[in-house]
T-cell receptor, first 109, second 116 residues
Framework: GQSLEQPSEVTAVEGAIVQINCTYQ??????LSWYQQHDGGAPTFLSY????GLEETGRFSSFLSRSDSYGYLLLQELQMKDSASYFC??????????FGKGTRLHILP | GAGVSQTPSNKVTEKGKYVELRCDPI?????LYWYRQSLGQGPEFLIYFQGTGAADDSGLPNDRFFAVRPEGSVSTLKIQRTERGDSAVYLC??????????????FGEGSRLTVL
């Protein structure tokens, strides 16, 4: 099974802001990464946090709190093309990267 | 090509047959990962190579699965005596040596395996 927990589905309105949470097991933890995957496509890298705090990349930001074993992906100014699955990934110090089951984001017009 | 290339993109086989899936990583990437993804699930770790050696093969489900990377570039995932439960998309990803600081994997489009 996976060692990360994230909601299975989230629904938001176009133009709004949505937050996708991820909690993880701390064993061997090095950093938290986020990937986007459209139906039938390859996962693509969005963001990575090795240190506590917020990393901003355009409309997407990612946050990490190591003390809480928790992170989130924040998507602003949602567009219809953001409808996809989003995976958090636990980067381990042994270089293995384990992914959560993914959050399917539905965007309503 | 510029990205990770996986062949075949689709493979349909019969139960009990042998299958090989190929991954051509981005030139210069020393780390190569294989994942398996079932519908509605996240990528499930199978094996990780650093150069030619398998640094971690703990995700391979059983001894029917084997992967090689003889020259530190192209990798082949081999599945013997396929079972219907092996049906999934097999994803390959590669990265630079310093993936620990960037966290970025570059994924291929995957090989969809269907076992009848």
């Amino acid at each position: 099974g996976q060692s990360l927990e994230q909601p299975s589905e989230v629904t938001a309105v176009e133009g709004a802001i949505v937050q996708i949470n991820c909690t993880y097991q701390t064993s061997g933890f090095y950093g938290l990464s986020w990937y986007q995957q459209h139906d039938g496509g390859a996962p693509t890298f969005l963001s990575y946090n090795a240190l506590d705090g917020l990393e901003e990349t355009g409309r997407f930001s990612s946050f990490l709190s190591r003390s809480d074993s928790y992170g989130y992906l924040l998507l602003q100014e949602l567009q219809m093309k953001d409808s996809a699955s989003y995976f958090c990934g636990r980067n381990r110090c042994d270089d293995k990267i384990i992914f959560g089951k993914g959050t399917r984001l539905h965007i309503l017009p | 090509g510029a990205g990770v290339s996986q062949t075949p993109s689709n493979k349909v086989t019969e139960k009990g047959k042998y299958v090989e899936l190929r991954c051509d990583p981005i030139s210069g990437h020393t780390a190569l990962y294989w994942y398996r993804q079932s519908l509605g699930q996240g990528p499930e770790f199978l094996i990780y190579f650093q150069g030619t050696g398998a640094a971690d093969d703990s995700g391979l489900p059983n001894d029917r699965f084997f992967a090689v990377r003889p020259e530190g570039s192209v990798s082949t995932l081999k599945i013997q005596r396929t079972e219907r439960g092996d049906s999934a998309v097999y994803l390959c990803a590669s990265s630079f040596l310093d993936r620990a600081t960037t966290g970025e994997l570059f994924f291929g489009e995957g090989s969809r395996l269907t076992v009848l």
